[in-house]
């Protein structure tokens, strides 16, 4: 199985802007910070772009919030980005002729709808700047 990073790769990206605002913010730059490629980077920033998260100039490196920190949530960010949005995936291909194979897919898709949902609200309560918080408190007590 192979986990996407998308998430955790766009929070950064907003982080990154956030903390080094009037710094280098170029992809090249933004993607040795994530130990990525720049090219997933500005994919990326496609994304928040689109979303109205980020604002760029074609042929300058200079992206930069087009929001307050405080007002964009963990769930902006999950929806923004081009990925599959099911948190949970049930297994398609059970065997109807069993009894836990006929019946698993429709018990579990309430059960993780619930979920999802319960995961959505938590994601629409944490703002980029209760991360960026952390993240700035964390770096202060280790210096």
Do not use: W
């Amino acid at each position: 199985m192979r986990f996407s990073y998308k998430l955790s790769d766009a929070i950064h990206i907003l982080a990154f802007l956030s903390i080094y605002e009037n710094d280098d913010l170029s992809s090249q730059r933004i993607a040795d910070s994530i130990g990525s490629n720049a090219s997933v980077v500005r994919n990326l920033m496609s994304d928040l772009r689109t979303a109205s998260l980020i604002i760029t100039r074609q042929g300058t490196a200079s992206p930069q919030l087009a929001q307050d920190i405080a007002d964009i949530s963990v769930y902006d960010v999950y929806m923004a980005i081009t990925m599959d949005h099911n948190l949970l995936h049930i297994d398609p291909k059970t065997n109807p002729d069993c009894i836990v194979g006929a019946n698993i897919q429709s018990t579990l898709d309430v059960i993780y709808s619930d979920i999802e949902t319960t995961a959505h609200d938590e994601m629409k309560k944490t703002t980029i700047k209760s991360i960026v918080d952390d993240i700035l408190a964390q770096h202060n007590a280790k210096i």
